[in-house]
């Protein structure tokens, strides 16, 4: 079943369809094409198959190569479905590199995993960089999580990746274990504190809204 979000705003309402198939799946829908925003963990490749073909889209973007967002990207590449990410992403996303991180010093679990998952070949990769429009929607750099991290911003609403976090308790950074430059991780999470923003779409948890990103940043930074 595909929630529905309704962000009302100064200039209307953006609707954005959400699935959780671990991490979140947004769907897109505008007069500019329909998109799908990650792939959700390979568990869940046959949820992502049925949704692919629902809901037809006109390309998936990857925030990030981790194998919970990008986990079903080969099942839309197989369908036909360009898999846009940045090109620091592409290496990971192809199998040319596996590292993927893994927290109490387990590097080598970390590179089983990655090397267990299938792959997207690069004929099916498009690249998408900070400042380019793809369906309407503005792609924007998030550094930290992994160094090629993008967001999706429109009308004030961010779908952000792995930048945040929702929890209970408002946004929260992810383990600094799972980040690839926690300096850079908090130096986004400052960024989007600053912006003039009406919601934050996190890769995982609930919507989160601008003054809970704000306290999170007003926070000790080596808090998760």
């Known amino acids: ?18 699935r959780t198939l671990y991490a979140n799946v947004y769907l897109l829908d505008t ?17 992502f198959a049925r949704l ?20 079903g990207a080969f099942v839309a590449a197989r369908l ?36 267990l998952h299938p792959k997207v070949s690069p004929g099916n990769l498009r690249a998408v960089h900070p400042g380019e429009q793809v369906h309407g929607w503005e792609v924007v750099p998030l550094p930290g999580h992994t160094s090629g991290q993008v967001g999706l911003l429109r009308d004030g609403v961010l779908i952000a990746g792995d930048a ?3 929890g209970r308790e408002g946004a929260h950074l992810p383990r600094a274990a799972y980040n690839e430059d926690q300096a850079a991780a908090v130096q986004t999470l400052q960024t989007l504190a600053g912006l003039d923003l009406r919601a934050i779409l996190p890769g995982h948890g609930g919507p989160l809204t601008p003054e809970q990103v704000r306290r999170r940043a007003r926070r000790d930074p080596s808090k998760s």
Do not use: C, K, N, W
């Open 52 to 71: 692919v073909r629902s809901f037809q889209p006109d390309a998936l973007l990857l925030t990030h190569h981790h194998v919970d967002h990008a986990g």
């Open 164 to 166: 945040l976090v929702g």
């Open 80 to 115: 036909g479905v360009p898999v846009l990410a940045h090109p620091l992403e592409h290496p990971f996303l192809t199998g040319e590199d596996h590292r993927l991180p893994y927290p109490a010093g387990r590097p080598q679990l970390g590179e089983v995993i990655s090397r």
């Open 31 to 47: 007069p500019a094409g329909r998109l799908l925003v990650d792939a959700g963990a390979l568990p869940y490749a046959a949820h």
């Open 1 to 18: 079943m595909t929630a529905a979000l309704s962000l009302s705003g100064r200039s209307g309402s953006t609707r954005v369809g959400l």
